[in-house]
């Protein structure tokens, strides 16, 4: 038998425990809710829980700042597994951890959120791709390569000049004598 939770990674309160109990639940800012969170960024009623065939399902009310599941924004309802990180807006966020229990023991558990040691690792968002920008005036920079290239071009291009003027003027035998027919 396994019994679900929810632990905060990052938000008012990291490390606290929400037990999940019952058929249905709302997450949101009020206290009414089966999982309150007092924080400005989530609504009042603010997603769903919803227990169905072993599982949970979450599903957004329409909140101002989203639900997200491992990142992405939900457009309908989603079934949660072991391991998934929810967030509600974009400071808080909880995993969702299944326990599993033995059906032979007692368990006494508060319905209030219960406060446990601070997580081993904090949930972090993805880093967000970094853009390098042209290096700061007074920076030097390794011109090696450009001088090359440029070497390179311009030999090719006197090199086809040549060519190009000595097959325009006939001039084949007087710079290559080594030519038959000269």
């Known amino acids: 038998m396994a019994q679900f939770q929810f632990v905060m990674r990052s938000g008012p309160t990291p490390g606290v425990v929400f037990p999940l109990e019952g058929e249905q639940l709302t997450i949101g800012r009020d206290s009414s809710n089966g999982v309150a969170i007092n924080d400005a960024e989530v609504s009042r009623k603010h997603a769903r829980l919803t227990f169905q065939g072993g599982k949970f399902v979450i599903d957004d009310l329409g909140s101002t700042n989203g639900t997200f599941v491992n990142g992405q924004r939900l ?15 974009e400071q808080i966020v909880l995993m969702f951890d299944a326990i599993n229990s033995d059906a ?16 081993a690792q904090s949930y972090s968002p993805p880093p967000t791709p970094v853009y390098s920008a042209p290096p700061a005036t007074g920076q030097k920079r390794n011109m090696t390569p450009i001088f090359i290239g440029a070497g390179v071009f311009l030999f090719i291009c006197l090199c086809a000049s040549f060519f190009w003027w000595v097959d325009a003027t006939y001039r084949w035998c007087t710079f ?5 027919g000269c």
Request: aromatic share 6%; net charge positive.
């Open 75 to 89: 457009a309908g309802p989603v079934v949660l597994k072991a391991g998934d990180v929810v967030s509600l807006g």
């Open 104 to 119: 032979g023991a007692t368990v006494a558990v508060s319905r209030k959120a219960v406060p446990s040691a601070p997580p």
């Open 176 to 180: 290559f004598p080594f030519i038959s």
